[in-house]
């Protein structure tokens, strides 16, 4: 029985351990999410982030260049998109909840290209990663790709989640990279002023 609750007690900590520092591959790339502030007015513009890439492996990783989501009044052509996700939850007694949209659970608010066209080879770029190496992808303008922001309310605290998918990288090998950050919001409005 003791080594039962060892046990347990191991896998809470490995698990708050991949929340705080991110998800690994299987390749042994990292992915996790840096925010520009990690509170701010729900009125604000979203601040900007960036996803960091970081090798932990022993062995030289490719990934796919092709990560930054498209900011633009016209729709990208599939060939142009990176298969991005990048969704918010509300983060409450410790689970995420979001909103129910015909029976399914869908976050807060959210972005989504995806997915691409088959591309030639000779068309894609790579990032080749060494053990230990970060690559830095910045995420500008994130209030223009995000849709149903109005859901974001002050003095609550939300996690911000970005899922990149590669199946370009190694031949029929398809990686999801999964990065995440919590975030809380809070009113800066000056007293008597409405609040959120």
């Keep these: 029985m003791k080594r039962i609750f060892q046990f347990l007690g191991c896998l809470a900590i490995l698990t ?23 509170s701010f007015d729900a009125r604000e513009a979203f601040p900007d982030f960036k996803l960091v890439f970081t090798n932990k492996g022993e062995k030289t990783v490719r990934l796919l260049d092709n990560i930054y989501p498209v900011v633009g009044l016209r729709k990208p052509r599939k060939a142009e998109a990176p298969e991005i996700r990048i969704e918010i939850w509300g983060k409450g007694t410790g689970k995420r909840f979001g909103k129910v949209i015909l029976g399914k659970k869908m976050p807060l608010a959210w972005y989504e290209t995806g997915p ?20 830095e992808v910045p995420i500008k303008n994130a209030y223009l790709l995000l849709t149903y922001f109005e859901y974001l309310r002050n003095n609550n605290r939300y996690e911000l989640e970005v899922r990149f998918k590669d199946g370009y990288s190694e031949p029929g090998i398809r990686r999801e990279y999964v990065g995440r950050q919590e975030f809380n919001t809070s009113s800066r409005s000056p007293e008597g002023a409405p609040r959120w």
């Design 16 to 38: 708050f351990h991949a929340a705080v520092w991110g998800d690994m591959a299987d390749n042994g790339v990292e992915c996790s999410v840096v925010m520009e502030k990690t």
């Design 116 to 135: 691409m066209k088959a591309w030639r080879e000779d068309m894609m770029r790579f990032i080749t990663l060494k053990p230990g190496e970060k690559h």
